[in-house]
């Protein structure tokens, strides 16, 4: 799915000399794809009580496109903030989302993030074989900036259920895929007219950005970090960049949220990553830079690039791996209780094509002991 709206021209200058600064022609597209995440999930048989667990592969971007004076074209990909409701058609009647773990767990119709965990309602029948449908709403909210609104796009995620009756138990088989779902006023809101441009253009001095390729570094004033992105087709004389600017934040971007000291074996958990950014401090957003060698700078405030998230536990399964906002986590049965506590890992890079063995930071860790299931009680 791709959308493309043009947010800003600007003429390049007629007068080239090399004590002018130059103006670029760029533009800004949005794009956004929503897939349910690589599984096994046509293969697996599923007891009758057992929940199915989702987990989405989101790609959310902005692409800012442009051509240096020597015409290459340089395409920066950007990923940014995007919110994930889900709806359960019909609510109870069809299943329900379980929150959090343990003996806290509780079950409702909605949930938020690129994972859930989903118990559908499932009737006894005398038949051998039952087929169930069920239709979940999906909702995902691109984050905006002054420069364009919040932008929401609407999905159906299908659950086919073929219930077999097998002898002393039942078990089913579950196929989950996503369609678009058509939304007349999402192609009124990719017009133009709906947007506020904003992008300043300021005299430069003829300092070339220095910050390393993804790399975060620290400023020598303050605790500002800055991040320089590079186009893959890149002009090695105009050294266009955008360098993505963090205000007033520590490195340790995210906390493993809504877990406690104590996970019980052999459970389905969803572990999930909490921003530490206060959204009310506006300071605390962050701006992008377009520039080059003998360019003009071209800024864009507060946009929030969302960066790459990876998780590691020592044990246990974490089922569709290690990347996204949150994962679907298998605690360890009870052959694994010498192996407790358990260390969940919180990790983050900018660089989406690297994996997280390379440059990524670890934002934070706990360690969690492990109790039996059911858990024992003390009288």
């Known amino acids: 799915m791709y959308f493309s709206i043009k947010i800003i021209l600007i003429n390049e200058l007629t007068n080239k000399d090399e004590n002018d600064n130059i103006s670029l022609r760029f533009e800004i597209h949005r794009s956004l794809d929503v897939n349910i995440s690589n599984s096994n999930l046509n293969k697996r048989e599923f007891d009758i009580k057992d929940a199915i667990p989702i987990s989405l592969n989101l790609e959310s971007f902005i692409l800012i496109k442009t051509h240096c004076i020597h015409g290459i074209l340089h395409i920066f990909k950007l990923p940014v903030r995007s919110e994930i409701k889900w709806k359960i058609q019909g609510g109870l009647a069809n299943g329900a989302f379980k929150i959090g773990n343990g003996m806290d767990a509780e079950y409702f119709p909605r949930d938020s993030g690129d994972s859930v965990i989903f118990y559908p309602q499932l009737q006894s029948s005398s038949k051998n074989l039952t087929y169930k449908k069920i239709c979940i709403e999906l909702t995902v909210r691109q984050l905006g900036s002054p420069i364009f609104k919040d932008l929401e796009y609407h999905f159906f995620v299908n659950v086919n259920i073929l219930i077999a009756k097998k002898f002393p138990r039942r078990t089913f088989r579950a196929k989950v895929f996503v369609n678009k779902q058509e939304d007349l006023d999402n192609d009124n809101d990719n017009k133009i007219g709906n947007y506020i441009p904003k992008s300043n253009a300021i005299d430069s001095d003829n300092s070339k950005p220095t910050f390393a ?142 994996d997280y063995c390379q440059q990524a930071i670890l934002s934070d860790n706990k360690k969690i002991w492990m109790l039996r299931q059911p858990p024992l009680r003390l009288f």
């Open 213 to 354: 390729t993804t790399t975060k570094k620290k400023e020598e004033e303050g605790k500002n970090y800055r991040v320089s992105f590079k186009s893959i087709n890149s002009c090695e004389i105009c050294d266009l960049s955008l360098i993505y600017k963090i205000k007033n934040n520590t490195p340790y971007l995210f906390s493993i949220n809504g877990l406690k000291s104590y996970l019980i074996t052999s459970d389905i958990i969803k572990v999930s990553a909490e921003s530490n950014i206060k959204k009310s401090i506006k300071n605390d957003y962050s701006s992008i830079v377009l520039t080059g060698s003998n360019y003009k700078k071209y800024f864009i405030d507060n946009l929030q690039i969302q960066p790459k998230i990876f998780w590691k536990s020592n044990v246990g399964d974490l089922v569709y791996g290690n990347l996204g906002q949150s994962v679907i986590y298998y605690t360890p049965d009870e052959s694994e209780l010498s192996k407790s506590p358990i260390t969940i890992s919180l990790y983050f890079q900018y660089d989406h094509s690297l």
